[in-house]
């Protein structure tokens, strides 16, 4: 039950920030630093998003193996899949992932997923996920939040306990960006 909560609340957050994309431009459309605007109570930071520039950017992908967990509606899928990306400060990474899928109606996928990235000298950090998108013919459209695991790794030390926001469209790879704290 808490993990149904849990994906619900991750689902309603990632529709909101969603809406917030396609609809109010003018909220990502701020300069580049962190602007305060205090009107009463009420204080709201802009650009917490750095949309110049992301942490992750993947280039290729490929799926190794889908299994369907149930037979009912909704179906929930598993899917494993290795993507090869550039990631910030720490060069060429493999990104290994496995994802459990509930298929939603109208084609909406709601995904929770875990994985690790591995960089080229070994080391490496886990992250988990939550994400909503659809699949159709011209390829996945997903958008979700990304947590990274507390990491010893020298490589990835920037990223330890980071939280990032995730994209992926049918022209443009996953690409992360980190959530400014």
Do not use: C
């Amino acid at each position: 039950m808490y993990m149904q909560t849990k994906i619900l609340l991750v689902s309603i957050l990632l529709i909101s920030i969603n809406v917030l994309l396609l609809d109010d431009k003018n909220v990502f459309g701020q300069t580049a630093n962190n602007e305060t605007t205090s009107h009463m109570l009420n204080i709201m930071i802009t650009n917490s998003l750095n949309f110049s520039k992301p942490v992750y950017q993947a280039y290729s992908g490929t799926f190794l193996e889908t299994k369907n967990l149930t037979s009912d509606t909704p179906i929930i899928s598993q899917d494993h899949a290795i993507e090869k990306a550039v990631m910030k400060n720490v060069g060429n990474v493999t990104n290994d992932m496995t994802f459990i899928n509930t298929h939603l109606p109208e084609g909406i996928i709601q995904s929770a997923a875990h994985g690790t990235i591995t960089a080229e000298d070994g080391e490496s950090i886990d992250w988990i996920s939550s994400d909503i998108g659809i699949i159709n013919d011209q390829g996945e459209l997903f958008n979700g939040i990304v947590q990274f695991e507390i990491t010893n790794s020298s490589s990835f030390s920037f990223l330890s306990n980071a939280t990032g926001f995730d994209k992926q469209t049918p022209d443009i790879k996953r690409t992360i960006w980190l959530i400014e704290k």
